[in-house]
């Protein structure tokens, strides 16, 4: 097999007989200066992606416990209420900030830009592409993430007024928001480290950051809360996030000292790349940006509604998100790898990983979808009604969470397919456009559904707007992006969609029919599981088939047998083994040949 360029970027644990790692530097030799051969990748392999996947998701899943347990904290503490209203309108700024500097806007620029230098570093490029890329970006986006805080902290009266108009609280609201100011200047360093440690294909430090942050802001509001109230929220978000910048920043120095003097850093003056960067830089901040205007649209419509309704939309959104959030951490994981083959002229290679990518993550989401859809009561009775938090305030936010559910699926196509759009590190201006012709499908539906449905219309809005922009991303695949095939990609979504709505009357119908709040999530839960594999395999769902792979091919014909399904297709029940198909069930050694086992 033909070795990739991305092994040697990577440089964690690829056997030193093989590849040549930068963690160690080249040994001056007489030949040095001779024309460098190709260097192999950084692993792109399965067994790679998939334990970069699970300690992703492991730590992921680590900081959305905690980031729950933060809000149950919030809700018990403060309740559902004009204070935490008026915190919950100054948490837009950090919002805001992990989309735009964490999540996507940042990532999305920097994370193709550092493969390309790491690209160049294996192909033997004078000096350290990378530690020139840093010194060159890194001072310049402090200077600005340092003046953008600020300049939030001057207009923050404004700010909050432009906000949530009819506030009662407008006075903590504010005070509120300078205190979250400072993650401007907190996340954007924390993104950049991010995003150079995934391109480096390190990812325990960018995957923990959560971990820290939310356990500032919990041990700020017990600490704090009984004297500064929900403002000790606010301190526990300044402090948080300079806690996802110590994570990160031992691991990064690590990768950029592992280079140790064969030229120095410096940033050229007459760089050709830099006007391009701009435009990338540009084009990613504005499509993050107006991807989290969906957060001001809601909030706006909703601060004329009566006290506690952003409070209900906020609690639902976070439960809702949490889906789709463990869906997209494949395409985290692997969007440098679909960086890397672009930088290396490999559009078969990265169209190939963004499709599975694709139908992966839908699988993932519409199970969750599925899962909360089916059992929303339980889940915020369990989460969130006790203290201050009221059994009306329950039946209000579940039947939110439901609503936002059902743009779930779009949420995860428009994470999924904008990555592919800017992993080549080039400006696009479509996703920008295609996320416009959303939000303006959000603010129109919402305007009018407000009125009649409250906060269930606002849910509903932008369900509808981000439907629209996964619609039209998806179309708009091919000369502007990675050439995905959109026939294929909506084939799978058909079949994953059915196996999903399936799941969701089976689990609603099981959770019905138990008492008490965790009972009855289990039986849900388990239920829309089962549902979901079961029709999953029957339809031909890609998601399903290769989760259950992996459990290994004798238990995958005996789950079929047991559920009397469909003989599986030749592609779903090959088994990969060692880069060769194995059709084989070795119970004995080699050398005592059986007669193959029949399946009926």
């Not at 970069?52 to 309740?79: E, I, K, M, N, Y």
């Not at 140790?260 to 940006?289: E, H, I, K, M, Q």
Request: aromatic residues 6%; charged residues 15%; contains cysteine.
């Amino acid at each position: 097999m033909k070795p990739t360029p991305l092994r040697a970027a990577d440089g964690a644990s690829v056997p030193p007989a093989r590849v040549t790692t930068p963690t160690s530097p080249p040994a001056p030799t007489p030949t040095s200066t001779t024309a460098p051969t190709p260097t192999p990748e950084p692993r792109s392999s399965r067994s790679f992606l998939a334990r970069a996947a699970l300690l992703t998701a492991v730590l992921s899943v680590a900081g959305s416990v905690l980031g729950l347990a933060r809000d149950q904290a919030l809700a018990r503490l403060f309740g559902a209420g004009g204070e935490t209203d008026a915190f919950l309108v100054a948490w837009t700024v950090p919002e805001f900030a992990a989309t735009l500097l964490i999540e996507d806007g940042l990532a999305f620029a920097l994370v193709p830009m550092f493969s390309l230098a790491l690209a160049r570093r294996a192909q033997g490029a004078s000096g350290d592409p990378v530690r020139a890329l840093v010194a060159s970006t890194l001072p310049r986006l402090a200077v600005a993430f340092l003046a953008v805080g600020t300049l939030v902290v001057v207009t923050a009266p404004m700010l909050v007024r432009a906000l949530a108009p009819g506030l009662p609280e407008h006075a903590l609201a504010v005070d509120c928001t300078r205190l979250t100011a400072t993650c401007v200047l907190s996340f954007g360093l924390a993104g950049y480290c991010s995003a150079a440690l995934r391109a480096h294909g390190r990812f325990l430090a960018p995957a923990a950051i959560y971990v820290a942050y939310n356990t500032g802001i919990i041990t700020a509001m017990f600490v704090l809360g009984g004297r500064w109230g929900v403002r000790s929220a606010a301190v526990g978000v300044a402090a948080g996030g300079f806690l996802m910048v110590a994570a990160q920043l031992p691991s990064l120095l690590r990768r950029l000292r592992c280079r140790d003097g064969a030229g120095t850093a410096r940033a050229a003056t007459s760089d050709p790349a830099r006007p391009l960067a701009l435009a990338l830089f540009t084009t990613v901040l504005l499509f993050a940006l107006c991807r989290q205007s969906q957060v001001l649209i809601e909030r706006f419509l909703a601060s004329g509604l009566p006290s506690g309704a952003i409070s209900h939309l906020n609690y639902a959104q976070k439960v809702a998100q949490i889906p789709m959030t463990l869906s997209l951490m494949l395409c985290t994981v692997t969007f440098p790898v679909v960086a890397r083959a672009l930088a290396d002229g490999d559009t078969e290679r990265a169209r190939d990983r963004v499709e599975r990518d694709v139908a992966l993550a839908a699988c993932l989401v519409l199970l969750g979808a599925a899962t909360v859809i089916a059992c929303a009561p339980q889940m915020i009775e369990l989460l969130f009604q006790r203290g201050a938090f009221t059994s009306a305030d329950t039946a209000v936010t579940a039947n939110v969470m439901r609503v936002y559910a059902l743009g779930l699926l779009g949420q995860t196509v428009v994470g999924a397919l904008a990555r592919s759009y800017f992993s080549a590190g080039r400006a696009s201006w479509y996703p920008l456009g295609a996320m416009a012709a959303g939000i303006a499908a959000t603010a129109g539906i919402g305007a009018g559904a407000v009125g009649p449905w409250g906060v269930t219309g606002i849910a509903a809005a932008n369900a509808a707007g981000i439907t629209v922009t996964a619609a039209l991303l998806l179309a708009g695949m091919g000369p502007r992006s990675v050439p995905v095939r959109v026939r294929r990609v909506l084939g799978d979504l058909g079949r994953a969609v059915p196996a999903a709505a399936g799941a969701t009357l089976a689990g609603a119908a099981a959770a019905a029919g138990f008492d008490g709040p965790a009972v009855s999530l289990a039986a849900g839960a388990a239920t829309v599981v089962a549902v979901f594999v079961a029709l999953g395999l029957a339809l031909g769902v890609p998601g399903v088939a290769a989760a259950l792979r992996s459990l290994g091919h004798p238990r995958l014909r005996r789950l079929h047998r047991l559920l009397r399904l469909p003989p599986l297709p030749r592609s779903v029940s090959r088994r990969l083994s060692h880069g060769r198909f194995s059709f084989r069930f070795r119970s004995r050694p080699r050398s005592r040949p059986r007669r193959p086992r029949r399946f009926r």
